[in-house]
């Protein structure tokens, strides 16, 4: 149990390091999110807010199924489910999130840049699961 919250934290921290390493696109969209923020309307209730705040908690789902199943074995031997699962859990993330830009209406342009975000982040956790369930690293 806890080697898994370890390893959990380490590929939590080991996104942030990609965030920061890949800085220009992470500047980029939160130079966008404070762009959006100052020029359209934060979505009013609680209902909207938490629905773009949601689209956090996808990254951080990767990233605590890859540090359950972190396979440390040899490299033909891994097994696929834990990546499937991965890969469908960042699918569902971007599908949420297309459709949560759609139906904020009128908050289009801040429900974008939350989103991107999100996605930038999920995109480095999906990458950074996949090369720790597989035990293939670049």
């Known amino acids: 149990m806890i080697s898994s919250l370890w390893t959990t934290y380490w590929l939590f921290t080991e996104a942030v390091g990609g965030l920061i390493i890949f800085w220009p696109v992470s500047l980029f969209l939160i130079i966008n999110a404070v762009a959006a923020t ?3 309307r934060i ?6 807010l ?9 990254p951080l789902l ?3 199924v890859a540090g359950a199943c972190w396979y440390t074995g040899p490299r ?9 699962g991965v890969t469908m859990i960042f699918g569902i993330q971007l599908l949420l999130s297309v459709g949560m830009i759609y ?4 908050n289009r342009w801040f429900a974008t840049s939350v ?20 035990n293939v690293w670049i």
């Open 38 to 40: 100052a020029f359209s």
């Open 43 to 48: 979505p009013k209730g609680s209902v909207p």
């Open 50 to 58: 938490l629905a773009l705040l949601s689209a956090f908690f996808w």
């Open 62 to 64: 990767i990233i605590a």
């Open 76 to 84: 033909m031997s891994a097994s696929a489910i834990p990546t499937i």
């Open 103 to 106: 139906q904020l209406e009128g």
């Open 115 to 134: 989103s991107l975000i999100a996605g930038w982040f999920g995109l480095i956790s999906w990458f950074l699961a996949g090369m720790a369930l597989t």
